[in-house]
């Protein structure tokens, strides 16, 4: 006997919606297991802020109308972590202006750190990146790709005078010295 696709999807979401209500009456909470990493997610996404540490736990209660968290129903617990982790938060920690302006200057420092690594790493590439070729072609075109387009990033956040001066210096570095021996070329060069 043939049964039609439409009818099979009928019973198969009756089924679904059977086993649904199975788990609501069944009305079982979350274990202490489950309680401890909702905490966990809470604890760590407001830093000690007790505001923000409120703010999350009032939302999620309301959210799921529930008094409680330990009385979270067990079948919502996934939609509970989800909703803890993406939740955006309305109140925010206080930033003292000291801080902010140090964390200008560590961000351009990084900034700028980063830059000249990624045209290193260009330049390595450049030199040694042949015999990868050879070796993979698809590899070697893919890594080609982001060193590539890494180093054209990296031209935007470095002073150009400097990358004039530092030019030879990637033209003629010497790869295969140990530390020790090239900033000992170095001071000869000077």
Known sequence: MWISAKFHLIVIRAYKMLVMQWKIN??????????????????????????????????????????????????HFPEAIHYLETMELKAKTPVKQDDLVQMDKNYHNNVQGLAWHM??????????????????????????????????????FIDKEYLKRQHERFEYYQWHLSCTERMALEYRRK
Do not use: C
């Not at 070796?135 to 060193?147: E, V, Y």
């Open 26 to 75: 069944d009305r079982k909470s979350i274990s202490p297991e489950q309680q401890a990493l909702l905490h966990e997610i809470v604890d760590r996404r407001s830093k000690g802020e007790r505001k923000i540490y409120a703010e999350m736990w009032s939302r999620h209660n309301r959210h799921f109308k529930i008094p409680r968290y330990a009385e979270l129903l067990a079948i």
């Open 119 to 156: 045209l290193w790493i260009r330049e390595w590439w450049r030199q040694f990146g042949e015999p990868l070729r050879a070796l993979s072609p698809n590899m070697a075109s893919a890594i080609n790709d982001h060193f590539t387009d890494g180093a054209m990033f990296a031209f935007h």
